[in-house]
């Protein structure tokens, strides 16, 4: 069992770009979540996806956007990048959305420059 | 709404002696409470869960932690910390909502463990 992958582990981007950060779950899993983690800072919920459509959105701008396909994968998408941007995105799957035990990938390093 | 507050940025300890992360809860209802932890450049791994059973939950790695209502606490606990244990703590409360879950997370506790 591969457990959560994310890709890419890295990307620097300039400010006002767009970036795209991808997510596979755990095998057995259907619920995708994504969080932003700054640097020294706990994860911060952005939202999640369930049967192909966001369920639940956490505090984030319109920026934000993501995508679940078929077969449960999920694209995290954001839009006019900004310098505060830069993070760690942390991918996160479960099952049928409750959550109970969240399996987290290793994260996508992303920083805006 | 659901929060929680890690009362504790960093805490120090001495390799064999015992470990306390504290935090405390706020919650509407009956809450789901956890323990993640996070060692460098590795994803969060969950050390144990509270989902309203028994309030001494046991965890991986020797950790446990108690549900204290008449508290709202979630205090970690380990008997004898190792080398291993240094990284960075989450205490983590579910949020339920309409359609879907959110994990929320304290600041986190960096456990800093010396020879």
């Known amino acids: 069992d591969a457990g959560v992958t994310q890709s890419p582990t890295h990307l620097i981007k300039t400010r006002g770009q767009q970036v795209t950060l991808r997510c596979s779950p755990k095998?057995?899993?259907?619920?995708v979540s994504w969080y932003q983690q700054a640097l020294g800072q706990g994860p911060q919920f952005i939202f999640q996806?369930?049967?192909?459509?966001?369920?639940q959105r956490g505090n984030f701008p319109d920026r934000f956007s993501g995508h679940q396909f078929p077969n449960y994968s999920s694209e995290l998408n954001v839009n006019a990048l900004l310098l505060g941007d830069s993070a760690l995105y942390l991918c996160?799957?479960?099952?049928?959305?409750?959550?109970?035990?969240?399996?987290f990938g290793q994260g996508t390093r992303l920083t805006v420059v | 709404a659901q929060s929680v507050t890690q009362l504790d940025s960093h805490v120090s300890v001495s390799e064999g002696t015992p470990v306390l992360l504290r935090c405390n809860y706020s919650s509407s209802y009956s809450p789901s409470l956890f323990w993640y932890v996070q060692h460098p450049n590795k994803g969060l791994q969950l050390l144990l869960k509270?989902?309203?059973?028994?309030?001494l939950v046991k965890g991986i790695n020797g950790f446990e932690a108690e549900f204290k209502k008449s508290e709202t606490s979630f205090h970690l606990t380990k008997p004898s910390a190792h080398m291993s244990d240094a990284a960075e703590y989450f205490c983590?409360?579910?949020?339920?909502?309409?359609?879907?879950?959110?994990?929320?997370f304290g600041k986190g506790t960096t456990l800093s463990v010396s020879s």
């Open positions: 996806y369930y049967e192909e459509e966001e369920r």
């Open positions: 983590v409360v579910s949020d339920r909502g309409q359609a879907g879950t959110a994990l929320i």
């Open positions: 996160a799957s479960c099952f049928n959305r409750v959550c109970t035990e969240a399996f």
């Open positions: 509270y989902t309203s059973a028994a309030t």
């Open positions: 095998s057995g899993h259907d619920t």
